[in-house]
């Protein structure tokens, strides 16, 4: 893992290391090398989190995102079966790849549907100051 820039910290079941800014969890069990990245929900856009988790869900092959038991916390999980070392090395650099490509797509949907929703936010508050102006007779500046 430290030829390829990664420093991990040992624990009793996992490893820890960095992925950009968020904290990776490598675990292995049974034959399954499982990589998982761990983050919190914004609560004042806890919807569209959710949608945007379910959008880069559908985009991706071998990423999953999974709400925590908490509800405030996400988990992005990237599985596969590895049963030796070879394979391990070369299974790892695919699995922090997919899950940096899913972190990418979730914050650009994220974008996307804050963007939309500041639109249609915007929108509505038009039509009612144009409905406001009408109302009272006053015509519209546009």
Do not use: Q, W
Not at 58 to 82: G, H, Q, R, W, Y
Not at 124 to 136: C, G, P, V
């Amino acid at each position: 893992m430290m030829e390829d820039g990664y420093y991990p910290t040992y624990e009793k079941r996992h490893i820890l290391f960095e992925i950009g800014d968020n904290t990776a969890v490598l675990e292995y069990e049974e034959g399954i090398l499982a990589v998982r990245i761990f983050f919190s929900i914004d609560e004042e856009a806890y919807d569209l989190f959710l949608e945007a988790s379910n959008a880069t869900m559908m985009d991706t092959f071998m990423v999953k995102p999974a709400i925590l038991d908490d509800m405030k916390n996400i988990m992005f999980s990237c599985e596969i079966p590895c049963d030796t070392a070879k394979e391990f090395r070369k299974f790892l650099p695919r699995c922090i790849e997919r899950l940096t490509e899913a972190l990418m797509m979730h914050k650009a949907e994220m974008k996307r549907l804050l963007i939309a929703e500041n639109v249609s936010s915007a929108t509505i508050s038009a039509a009612e100051d144009t409905y406001m102006m009408s109302s009272k007779g006053i015509k519209p500046l546009s």
